[in-house]
T-cell receptor, first 111, second 110 residues
Framework: SQTIHQWPATLVQPVGSPLSLECTVE??????LYWYRQAAGRGLQLLFY??????ISSEVPQNLSASRPQDRQFILSSKKLLLSDSGFYLC??????????FGPGTRLTVT | GQSLEQPSEVTAVEGAIVQINCTYQ??????LSWYQQHDGGAPTFLSY????GLEETGRFSSFLSRSDSYGYLLLQELQMKDSASYFC???????????FGSGTRLQVQP
């Protein structure tokens, strides 16, 4: 079965600082991978998805970027964080065409 | 584009039955999924409907009417642990990703 690791679990960063969130997947190969952001009390906003190494599709134009340097590694980055980047960041992999499995998430607070 | 509508909150008592509705608009449609998320946790998959009708999984059932662009999640014999947010999500033929509704917060009272 699949396991998704995300770190760190919580992060407090000042405005203007860089960001790097890492997601690694175990138990599957060549998965479709996804980054979502969830604001407090809100739904999930798809940020990026990847169907393979080096293949990234961006859903929302903003100051975030994503990379997939290895098959089971997905990284979310920013050069300069904004207050509006605060939220719960979730990495997910697609198990079937309609089922996604989510990692434990990273709670980011930008101050 | 895609859009989904869900009620923001539902309250029910332990042992009761509750129905959470979801209406959607999408340009391409494979099916409707449901996810549960407890406070502070990650979403977990509950069910999926690709065809019209009712799918039952234990105390949870999910229904889809493609002609009405409508579905619902039915929770029976409610338990306190069912207090959580529930999200419907459409599987989009245009891209390999899910579009989620804004979620329904279910509060189960004793």
């Amino acid at each position: 079965s699949q396991t998704i690791h995300q770190w760190p679990a919580t992060l407090v960063q000042p405005v203007g600082s860089p960001l790097s969130l890492e997601c690694t997947v175990e138990g599957t190969s060549n998965p479709n991978l996804y980054w979502y952001r969830q604001a407090a009390g809100r739904g999930l906003q798809l940020l990026f998805y990847s169907v393979g190494i080096g293949q990234i599709s961006s859903e929302v134009p903003q100051n975030l970027s994503a990379s997939r340097p290895q098959d089971r590694q997905f990284i979310l980055s920013s050069k300069k964080l904004l207050l509006s980047d605060s939220g719960f960041y979730l990495c997910a992999c697609q198990l079937t065409g309609f089922e996604q499995y989510f990692g434990p998430g990273t709670r980011l607070t930008v101050t | 584009g895609q859009s989904l509508e869900q009620p923001s909150e539902v309250t029910a008592v332990e042992g009761a039955i509750v129905q959470i509705n979801c209406t959607y608009q999408t340009s391409g449609f494979y099916g409707l999924s449901w996810y549960q998320q407890h406070d502070g946790g990650a979403p977990t998959f509950l069910s999926y409907n690709a065809l019209d009708g009712l799918e039952e999984t234990g105390r949870f059932s999910s229904f889809l009417s493609r002609s009405d662009s409508y579905g619902y999640l039915l929770l029976q014999e409610l338990q306190m642990k069912d207090s959580a947010s529930y999200f419907c999500a459409v599987v989009d033929t245009g891209r390999r990703a899910l579009t989620f509704g804004s979620g329904t917060r279910l509060q189960v009272q004793p």
